[in-house]
Structure formats: C-alpha cells, structure tokens
C-alpha cells in the first residue's frame, strides 16, 4: 500500500474564483485527497426542503478536475438554525439539566427521531447527488461523535429510548431489579416508565442503572451512524468512514466501526499533551512542542484495530491549535514526523486540517497549511517534503505485532460508574501499559474482546477488563502463549454486580481477590526488587504461583496456566519489570528505547522516531532531533 496525503477544504468559506488556483496548489503540495461538506448543511439547504447543491458540484467538479480525490463529509453534526424550528426538542441537554444550545455545532441528541430521519434525508440527496460522481471517492459520515462531550444526552428523546432499550434487554421490570439489585435502598421499579436517566440523583445511582445507560448511549450513536450507512450503501460503491478523536471512550468505536470500512481518526499531538494527558510537568516542558511520544501511536494502533486494518488521519495538527489551554508551535520538522509515523503505523492517507486558516469565527486562531491571506504557512513545505519522502518510501506493509492490547470500551463506561479511588482510570492504565511496551522498543496490536485471532500473539495485556466472561477469558489465553489481566478483571458482571463466582473468576487460575485498597496521590505500595502499586491494589489468595510480590509479604502477580495475574495498577517501574518477566518468559526481544525515541516495525523497515528537540544515538543510528530514520528490517535485527 502507497500511503497518500490529503486535506480539509472549506469551498463555502472562500470565493469560488480562488478554487481552482487552491486545487492546483494542493496538487503542487503533493496531496493526492480532500474533504468537504462535512459543515455546509445551512449552504446545502439554506432553508427547509430549498435545496442548493449547484455550488457543492462544482466544486467536487474543480477539485476532481485537478486530479484530486474529495471525501464527501455528511453535514450531520451542524445541523442549521432552521432545523431547531422544527424540532425544537432535538437538542441535548446536559448532566444538570442545561439544554445545549445553538450556536456552534453538535447540538443534537443521538436519540432524536426526527433529526436522525432529517439526516437520512439530507444523506439520501447528497447519496443521490454524489453516489457515483467519479471524483467523490470516499464518504465521511458525521464529524467526530462525542466530540465537545455529546455522546450522552439527558434530554426526553433520550429518555423514551432507554426505557425502550431497557425493555427490550431485559423484558420484564421485575428482571430489570433483580439485575440491577434496586431492592438495595428500595430502589425497586413497578414498570419501564417509572425509570428515569442517572442523573441529578440526591447520591450516587446505582451503577448498575449507569452502566446501563452508558451502554445505551453508546448504541444510541452506533445507530445514529447505521442510518446514514444504510442510506449510502444503496447509493454508492465508495468505502464510508468516520473521523474519530483521541481519548474519547464514551461510545463503543468497535461497533460504531463494524458498520464502516475505514476508521479514521483526529490527530493533534501538541493539544493533546496540553489538554488530555496526565503527565509531570516535566515531561510536558520537554515535549511542549511535540507533543507525547506515545499518545499519537496509541491512538494510530487502536484504529487500526478499529478499521479492521484499514485505518487513515484525517486531521492533522499543522500548527497552533486553538482549544488547548495553551497553543505553542510544532518544532520544525514535527508536522512531517507526525505524517510519517501515521504511516509507520499503516496509515493509507495522512489528511492536514485545513488547507487554509480562517479569518472568522470560532477556529480563526488555528493554523492551516496556509495563512488567511494564502501566504505558506510552516507546514506547507512539511507536507510537501513528506509528499516526496512518501514517493521515495513506496509501498509500506504491515506486519502482525509479537504482542497485543485488550481494549475494551464498557470497562472504562464501568470504573467511571464506581471509581472507588479517584486516580483509577481505564485509559490511564492502558495507557501506562502501552507506553511500557513502547519503551521497551516493541510494535503493539490493539483487539477487541470479539475479535481476539487464535494464536496470534506471544503477550496478550488485558488491563482493567471489567467483565471477564468464559468466553472472553477463552479467547485470551487461546490469542497467545501468556496472558496478563488484572487490575480489576472479571470485577463486575454485565450487570454491575460482584459475579457468583468470585473475582477475578478465571478457570483454573487458583486465585481469588479477597480485598481491594485504593491509595491516593503521592503513595504507594513497594514490590521487591523495585517498582510498586499505585491508585489501585487488591489482596490476592489462592495456590497459584506469586511471580512478584509486595514489601509486605502478599502477592502482587501470581501466575498459572499461562495466565498472569497483576494485583494493581503498576507505576511505571514496575510495568517495566512486568514487559521484561513476559518478555523473557516468552522469547520476545526487546529493544530498550532511550526517553523520546520510538521504535516501529513494518513489513520491510524499522522507523525509529525522534521526539525529542535533540539528536539521539541508538545501536548505530543517529537520528536527528523531530526527525525520523527509516532503517531496512535487516540492519535492524543486526542492530
Ligand atoms: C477537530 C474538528 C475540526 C476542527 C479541529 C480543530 O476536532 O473535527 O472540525 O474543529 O478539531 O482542531
């Protein structure tokens, strides 16, 4: 595969003279893709049912004419001022009981009846319009669910259609409280449509009653995106994809995924550091204008996984951005690091949001590949250098990872329903697991718990997985010659109870957990020979082997039948120790990284890439500081 660069275009914000002069300047830059439409809906349909497309086709027709692919954005995610006068009660309304109001964009409930038939609508013409336009090559359904925290929505629309959900999932109310345990504090329902949604309770709700709205929210969104596919399908050849966002766990992406053929996702290092990592404020200062040297891998990983393999970046970060609290510069070459270490990670096409910077409105402060007055901004010539380097590269396989990562949506809907410690959360540790296999130099799969390849991996982790049915824990152990669960496996059942069995509940793991502490910040519990628990530590008991074990005598990780068992959430040292014990144990190589430099194996290269302002030396490369070194798979292995 030939990886390709791409760019968001905004026809309706610029005169149509300058269309052509800006297509041919995407062409000169090396770009091969574009987005539009994905905002234009009050431009498409200024009113209701008025229907203006004649400035939308000639644009795909000016961009298509250049030679450049267009991906057709569905305009769902702004619906205009308009569509409030018909549907006055389609807006969201908040965990306080706020309505969301207009005035920026994503002012919807996923739930609404009548906006999603409005957004069938407006697909079927668009489908109709551009379904085999031979320039139309690729569609983009919505712009970021959950973006701006949408995902949930406590409104009415959303409140009939969970009492619907809850009817059909467990038919009878007297099943609904057996399950959810409401004869706890007299919480016992009578029918469907005395339950309200989980919010403005005078305490906590019952978990139970959360988890399974949560659960609904994220279905609510997978159907949302399944109308507009089911109208596309009929209409267009073109694969459909979505733009998904970092660190945004609240709807099932896997299932939202399933629907789509390509997963793609939003990437912007530097506000991401800034807006949506726990790090010390040392590692923030040093990769300021970077960004984290693990954050964007993750997130390339994870969608690969989502895309089944196929998987692009559809906005990247080219410069300042305007929604972090703060917005330093990229260093120079970064913007070109972050495109080929998307690549590294199988990306097909790496896309700049935008082509040109805004002079209106509420993103005027943000960077484009162009200034608002079409002077190059920085990352022009980044792009261009990329388009080169990418020419010089060819085609880049991938190849299967030595070990995978667990993710699991509903486990992180669940620690958040009863955090029990305020430090424990779900993508926080994996997170700290991920970036251990990275420091150890390793290439890492994401899978789902439905989709885990027989025999694939020699390391399965599976941090923090809630719900630890036979099947799930079957599928695991039969991926890969040692698992690692734990934190917190098998701690819950679908329904937020403790299960029958006991946690984590493993067959022919002898180990039970007996007790469960959570610290607070700056304390810990130390493990013999270095590293120790943090946030999160469980008793363990059982016959089953201790691998390591606590300062205090009790068992921090036992192990049997290829089944690790960790007793904590680890610091960073300890996971260290834990890559390392597995590695060993399985016969994996690692490949120690120094602080910043990542390690990235394709089919045929290794890409070694620098995060770091300054050059760095590894096994005999030298790799200069933002840069990258791309290195053949065989001199690699010598090294
Ligand atoms: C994304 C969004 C874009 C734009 C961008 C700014 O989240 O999809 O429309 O707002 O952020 O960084």
């Not at 690969?304 to 510069?329: D, H």
């Amino acid at each position: 595969m030939k990886p390709e660069l791409g760019v968001c275009y905004y026809p309706e914000h610029w005169p149509e003279a300058i269309w052509a002069e800006d297509a041919a300047r995407m062409v000169e830059t090396g770009l091969t893709w574009v987005r539009i439409g994905e905002f234009a809906w009050s431009r498409m349909e200024p009113e209701p049912d008025d229907l203006r497309f004649d400035w939308l086709d000639r644009a795909v027709e000016t961009l298509g004419a250049a030679g450049l692919k267009v991906v057709m954005g569905t305009p769902t995610a702004t619906p205009p001022r308009w569509m409030l006068d018909k549907h006055p009660d389609m807006l969201a309304v908040d965990a306080s009981g706020a309505v969301r109001k207009f005035g920026s964009r994503r002012h919807y409930c996923f739930s609404h009846p009548g906006y999603i038939a409005e957004c069938e609508r407006i697909t079927q013409i668009m489908g109709e319009r551009y379904g085999n336009s031979p320039h139309v090559t690729a569609w983009q359904i919505d712009n970021e669910y959950g973006c701006h925290e949408t995902t949930i929505s406590y409104g009415a629309a959303a409140l009939y259609a969970f009492r619907r959900w809850l009817g059909d999932r467990y038919g009878s109310i007297e099943a609904l409280n057996a399950a959810w345990g409401n004869v706890f504090w007299s919480m016992e329902y009578n029918n469907f449509d005395q339950i309200d949604l989980p919010n403005l309770t005078v305490t906590e709700p019952n978990p139970a009653h959360v988890l399974a709205f949560r659960r609904f929210s994220s279905d609510q969104v997978v159907a949302f995106n399944k109308a507009q596919v089911d109208v596309l399908r009929g209409l267009t050849p073109a694969p459909l994809l979505h733009n998904y966002m970092g660190r945004v766990l609240e709807f099932d992406h896997f299932d939202v995924g399933a629907d789509l053929d390509i997963a793609t996702w939003d990437s912007y290092p530097i506000g991401f550091l800034s807006d949506r990592l726990e790090a010390d404020p040392g590692h923030k200062s040093a990769f300021l204008q970077q960004g984290d040297p693990d954050m964007q891998a993750f997130h390339h990983d994870l969608y690969r996984a989502v895309g089944r393999g196929r998987w692009w970046v559809m906005e990247q970060q080219p410069g300042p951005v305007n929604w972090a609290p703060y917005n330093p510069a990229p260093l120079p070459g970064m913007v070109r690091l972050w495109s080929l270490e998307a690549v590294a990670h199988g990306a097909e096409v790496v896309s700049y949001f935008r082509w040109r910077q805004a002079p209106m409105a509420q993103e005027q402060m943000h960077a484009g590949l162009l200034t608002p007055h079409n002077r190059p901004a920085p990352a022009l010539a980044e792009a261009r250098q990329t388009a080169d380097d990418l020419a010089a590269l060819g085609d880049v396989g991938q190849t299967r990872a030595q070990v995978a990562i667990v993710f699991d949506y509903a486990s992180d809907w669940a620690w958040a329903a009863q955090p029990q410690g305020a430090g424990f959360d779900y993508f926080r540790l994996v997170f700290s697991a991920y970036r251990a296999l990275r420091r150890a130099g390793l290439s890492v799969d994401f899978v789902a718990t439905s989709d885990i390849p027989k025999d694939a991996y020699s390391m399965i982790l599976a941090p923090g997985l809630a719900t630890l049915g036979d099947d799930i824990t079957t599928a695991i152990t039969e991926g890969c010659t040692l698992c690692v669960l734990g934190p917190r496996a098998g701690a819950i059942s679908r329904d937020f109870q403790i299960p029958d069995r006991g946690r984590p509940g493993v067959a022919g793991l002898d180990c039970d957990v007996d007790l469960i502490e959570t610290l607070p910040p700056q304390t810990n519990r130390p493990v013999v020979g270095g590293g120790s628990a943090q946030h999160w530590v469980e008793r363990l008991s059982g016959t089953a082997t201790d691998v390591l074990s606590f300062e205090d005598g009790t068992s921090a990780m036992t192990s049997g039948n290829g089944i690790w068992y960790l007793a904590s959430f680890p610091d960073d040292a300890l996971w260290d120790r834990i890559v390392e014990l597995a590695a060993r144990e399985t016969g994996v190589d690692l490949h120690p990284m120094p602080n910043g430099l990542r390690r990235r194996e394709t089919a045929d290269h290794v890409f070694l890439i620098n995060y770091n302002a300054d050059t760095v030396e590894w096994c005999g490369h030298v790799i200069n500081g933002c840069d990258v070194a791309i290195v053949a798979q065989e001199s690699s292995r010598r090294a």
